[in-house]
């Protein structure tokens, strides 16, 4: 990695950590440059703005979560619905637990009404939406799944995946756990998978193929 990818690198790092901390708007250029040790010339050169900054937080995010939706989506015919929205769903919990700080701000500010949130409302989330679709409909025409309503399944979906990162102060206050620890991480994925198993799923085979654990998540 060279110097300028670094400083950029550096200066996304303490943007998050800082609007996942302290919010976005409380949070200023000043600070973001104390925090990644730049002169804020630099946040100017490479993002122009704090809105600019924040733009690209999330393309950048965006940008290789719809990816892992597409390259399962891609392997369905080889494998089958069943396994593909499970390995959709553990990638996309492994994906946030890798990178918690930019899920958990991203997500939460996903709950405001603005100009930003409504056009990747209408870009990256109606990607999303698609591909979830095409996995639960490709299933219900091969009898891999029951009928369901599909809007309906994926809202429950979306909240499953996401609560890691929107109720993770609930997580570390009241379930005293961390949603980025691997413990967590593991458990928590075997048992969206033994959801989707219980509720969706015709065939009862699929977890156990996965090589999941048997133990269920009684812990939390």
Known sequence: ??????????????ALYLFHIKGYH???????AGKAQVNPANIAYYFKNKQGLLEFCFIAYFEQYIEILERNVEGIDK????????????????????????????????????NL????????????????????????????FLVISVPIFILQLKGLLTAPVIH????????YMMPQDTYYHE????????????????????????????IAFINI
């Open 1 to 14: 990695m060279n110097r300028r990818t670094q400083t950029k690198q550096a200066i996304l790092d303490a």
């Open 26 to 32: 409380a949070t200023s250029i000043r600070d973001i």
């Open 79 to 114: 494998k089958g619905a069943a396994v593909c929205l499970m390995d959709m769903a553990a990638d996309i919990l492994s994906y946030q637990q890798k990178n918690f700080l930019a899920a958990s701000f991203i997500n939460g500010e996903f709950s405001l009404d603005s």
């Open 117 to 144: 949130n409504r056009e990747f409302l209408s870009t990256y989330l109606t990607k999303e939406k698609y591909f979830f679709q095409q996995v639960l409909e490709t299933g219900m025409a091969k009898n891999e």
């Open 168 to 175: 993770s102060q609930y997580s570390r206050e009241l379930l």
């Open 187 to 214: 458990k928590y994925t075997e048992q969206v998978c033994r959801f989707l198993e219980s509720t969706l799923f015709v065939s009862q085979e699929f977890v156990s193929r996965r090589e999941t654990s048997a």
